[in-house]
């Protein structure tokens, strides 16, 4: 029962985008009412942490202990009682090494586990999925039951066109039947993502259990959001490619102007306190063929001290926080270290470098940043879906909660013992570039921004295809998400204010 209560809490406190430290946990678990100080926790830190700390449980049970006479209700001294959020607070990165298992097999079991488990767990207890069963109990006889698994193929039938999935979860494997035009083949199911299926069983037991509907994990509809206690800002840019021929200097030149108070609107320069880079920091040596005839900058190494030189323009107060792209010169494989200390060396003390991905807050909003090479996969095989348009796939993203789940593609996944492509907590916002254009859109209350590039169009993109929207940057209110779109393409910034 007590690992129950254990994991419920857990449960709870992420479902309300905390993450709950071990000490923290362990006061909960010790007190007599644990789900009520929970409830408690969560209801006194609108302008709170991400993270329940030890210190914020004894905060709460100090005041239930010493109530003033006449002073006001407990959630109100809570709520002052709790620290503020730090400016910079790291949640989660997505690179956890070393791989468990010499053996790729034994590897990426290990990989795909750990995504089960973390996806499944934020889907049990749905009432959409009423009887939920291990695949191995499923009955045919009892006419309707519900499964968690992972999608392993997506098939056809080749005369009426309904769906044939093969779904597997730790204990077995099962085929079901989506029918044409039904509920579950509205939206695109895509392998390796992970599912809830309400199943129906037919009489007939030599046929394939039929699909009602499918759950995904999804952002709860209701949950806590994270918003500043002030209305401090963060600027988000993608795709910088620095050392390419095709770099926009005189675009980059009117955005630190512009931070450092010398452009237009300094009072918006003056209330941004935080930079976010999704990747792509420099243009990197042979990531396509023939790269070398765009680079102007052919060694890597000149490329980091030339992006250091770069990013010295900004404004030293400023909280910089990069992570590294398919371009940057750490692992391609997903998820993708920090960049090595000896590159890290080369950029300004004000710049922290994460692993691609990463969860951290400012200001208490928690921040989702993943650079995006997974468009590259999710676009085909996601009807309709778009390079231009790659916030619609961001809200796919979302409902997966999964930012890369195509295994074998042209992603390359890390055989890691945690999946750390899972998006878990629910963030505020979600930050990609590699589409090098520029989208804004929201979802159940997540921001969702594709950060555009500083790089002008390639040879390469244009035989791809991709066109390109540079020099765009969100500037985004932490205490409302509100944003500004500056423009600095013509080498003077101009700024729009985007309809919530
Ligand atoms: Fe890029």
Not at 97 to 112: E, I, R, T
Not at 175 to 195: M, Q, T, W, Y
């Amino acid at each position: 029962m007590a690992g129950d209560l254990r994991e419920h809490l857990v449960h709870f406190f992420e479902e309300h985008h905390k993450l709950v430290e071990a000490g923290a946990l362990q006061l909960l678990l010790d007190d007599h009412q644990p789900l009520v100080l929970s409830q408690e926790l969560v209801e006194n830190s609108v302008d709170g942490s991400p993270v329940v700390t030890r210190e914020m449980v004894e905060a709460v049970l100090a005041l239930r202990r010493t109530p003033a006479v006449g002073a006001a209700p407990t959630a109100e001294l809570a709520r002052h009682a709790l620290p503020s959020p730090s400016p910079f607070e790291l949640v989660q990165e997505g690179f956890v090494g070393p791989p468990v298992a010499s053996q790729p097999h034994a590897a990426y079991q290990a990989l795909f586990h750990s995504r089960y488990r973390a996806l499944a767990r934020l889907m049990r207890g749905r009432p959409q999925l009423p009887n939920l069963r291990p695949i191995k109990d499923l009955r045919a006889s009892e006419g309707g039951a519900s499964i968690i698994g992972m999608v392993r193929d997506v098939r056809e039938t080749p005369q009426r066109h309904h769906l044939i999935l093969t779904v597997d979860d730790d204990t077995g494997s099962v085929e079901v039947l989506v029918p044409k035009g039904s509920p579950g083949a509205r939206v695109a199911i895509l392998p390796d993502e992970v599912v809830g299926v309400h199943l129906s069983f037919a009489k007939d037991a030599g046929r394939l259990p039929r699909v009602v509907n499918i759950e995904r994990p999804d952002i709860p509809v209701h949950r806590a959001v994270g918003r500043a206690p002030r209305g401090r800002r963060a600027i988000f840019l993608s795709d910088l490619h620095v050392g390419s021929r095709s770099f926009l200097l005189e675009p980059w030149k009117a955005l630190t102007e512009f931070l450092r108070g010398q452009g237009p609107e300094p009072w918006l320069a003056a209330s941004i306190d935080h930079v976010v880079i999704a990747g792509d920091l420099v243009d990197g040596i042979g990531v396509y063929p023939r790269q070398e005839r765009d680079l102007a900058i052919s060694d890597v190494v000149e490329q980091y001290v030339e992006l250091g030189r770069r990013l010295s323009e900004l404004p030293e107060r400023l909280n910089v926080v990069a992570i590294p792209g398919n371009h940057d010169a750490v692992c391609p494989a997903e998820p993708q270290p920090t960049l090595p200390s000896s590159l890290a060396t080369h950029l300004p003390p004000n710049v922290r470098v994460l692993a691609n991905p990463s969860a951290f807050a400012l200001e208490g909003v928690v921040v989702e940043a993943y650079h995006g090479r997974s468009f590259d996969d999710l676009i085909p095989a996601i009807p309709g879906a778009s390079y231009a348009r790659p916030t619609e796939v961001m809200k796919r993203m979302l409902q997966m909660r999964h930012l890369a789940p195509i295994y074998g593609d042209r992603t390359p996944l890390a055989p890691l013992p945690r999946d750390g492509l899972v998006i878990d907590p629910a963030p505020d916002i979600l930050v990609t570039g590699h589409a090098h254009t520029y989208g804004v859109d929201r979802y159940r209350g997540v921001l969702l921004l594709n950060a555009s590039t500083w790089q002008a169009e390639t040879e390469y993109q244009r035989m791809r295809n991709i066109s390109p929207v540079p020099a765009r940057a969100a500037v985004v209110d932490l205490s409302t998400l509100g944003l500004f779109t500056g423009d600095f393409s013509t080498g003077t910034a101009t700024f729009a204010a985007v309809p919530t």
